[in-house]
């Protein structure tokens, strides 16, 4: 089986068209989380993800466009929320309100979380400390997160958890308990602009991260033509 992973795609349907594209065909898209927020065509990024049927979980972003709490957002965050809600209809809402914030797809040996899964909404897996505290809070192999927007994996050795960067790289799936972050599609933090993503290969036991251009200009003339902060616009050429 050939499962794409995507996460944080918010709002960016140039960069998830761009991702589509390249993946071409797989079994399964699995999505972790902030669908929406921050970008231009939240109603469209749902649509396109319901349309092949992607299996997600719930991210703050999503949980505040469902009609959750918005106070924790930074300014521009929160004016690009208050927006996001304005645009999308009422099944769309219902979907995003509806994601769980945890899902293990049956068989997969995978556990779906936004942030970690102890704390699936809001934490940030950005250390192997917190990895090693989450290692208890999922009983699969393997758990996949979003949220940093930046690829990164946390492998189990010798009973530690230990921080790997995984740039366009590869990494057998053996067994050892890994904790592994796809980046981010619509708004990467890692420094590269483009789109982030990873493939799972379960036949060949396998992780894959790739990237791919987008038209940057396009999703940032949207932004500034919907009257969003132009640092959201702007940040999106220098992948911060
Ligand atoms: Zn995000």
């Known amino acids: 089986m050939r499962i794409v992973v995507l996460s944080d795609i918010h709002s960016n349907l140039n960069a998830l068209e761009a991702v589509l594209s390249a993946v071409g065909a797989a079994d399964a898209v699995w999505h972790l989380g902030d669908t929406v ?93 917190v990895a090693q505290a989450n290692l208890a809070a999922f009983a699969t192999p393997y758990c996949l997160v979003g949220h940093t927007h930046v690829p990164l994996v946390f492998r189990e050795s010798r009973g530690r958890m230990k921080a790997m960067h995984v740039d366009q790289g590869r990494l057998g799936l053996d067994g050892r308990r890994m904790i592994l972050n796809p980046g981010s599609v619509g708004q990467p933090r890692d420094g590269d602009p483009r789109s982030s993503y990873m493939v799972i290969d379960t036949n060949a036991a396998e992780a894959t991260w790739h990237r791919v251009e987008y038209d940057i200009g396009a999703t940032q003339a949207a932004i500034v033509a919907a009257g969003l902060p132009p640092h959201l616009a702007r940040r999106l050429s220098f992948g911060r």
């Open 37 to 129: 927020g921050y970008g231009p065509q939240p109603q469209a990024v749902v649509d396109r993800l319901r349309a092949v049927g992607a299996l997600g979980v719930r991210g703050n972003h999503d949980d505040a466009g469902g009609g959750g709490c918005i106070e924790f957002f930074n300014p521009d965050g929160y004016r690009a929320m208050e927006w996001t809600r304005t645009q999308i209809d009422e099944p769309t809402r219902l979907y995003l309100a509806g994601l769980p914030e945890r899902r293990t797809p049956e068989g997969s040996g995978f556990t779906l979380a936004h942030g970690s899964p102890s704390d699936p909404i809001w934490e940030y897996m950005d250390s192997p400390e």
